[in-house]
């Protein structure tokens, strides 16, 4: 089964970028949409933005014009670009598909902070 393992976050001050990723052990060609999901304590995993093998993508809107999904079928890897970061980005990132299917990997933390 695909094992996906995220990497990129770290602690950014307001307004910076930050680029997370996530390598999939296998190949996610046949996953006709990958996400990349957020969640803080206390509440659900929520998607932040999707992008379906075709290269379309959606964005929840708090992210929309900010980040940027991608994802490189050839590499099994996903992409978050996250531009003008804010303090409410704060949360761990963590990617699957969308609806989730694999197992969830151990997320990647990214702190938004002054």
């Known amino acids: 089964q695909v094992q996906l393992v995220e990497s990129g976050g770290g602690l950014v001050r307001p307004g910076e970028s930050l680029r997370l990723s996530c390598a999939a052990s296998g190949s996610i060609s046949s996953v006709y949409a990958m996400a990349w999901w957020r969640q803080t304590p206390g509440t659900e995993r929520e998607v932040v933005a999707l992008v379906r093998s075709g290269g379309t993508a959606e964005y929840v809107d708090s992210v929309k014009g900010r980040f940027t999904i991608s994802r490189d079928n050839a590499k099994n890897m996903v992409y978050l670009q996250m531009n003008s970061v804010k303090p409410e980005d704060t949360a761990v990132y963590y990617c699957?598909?969308?609806?989730?299917?694999?197992?969830w990997g151990q997320g990647t933390q990214v702190i938004v902070s002054s």
């Open positions: 699957n598909a969308a609806p989730p299917h694999l197992p």
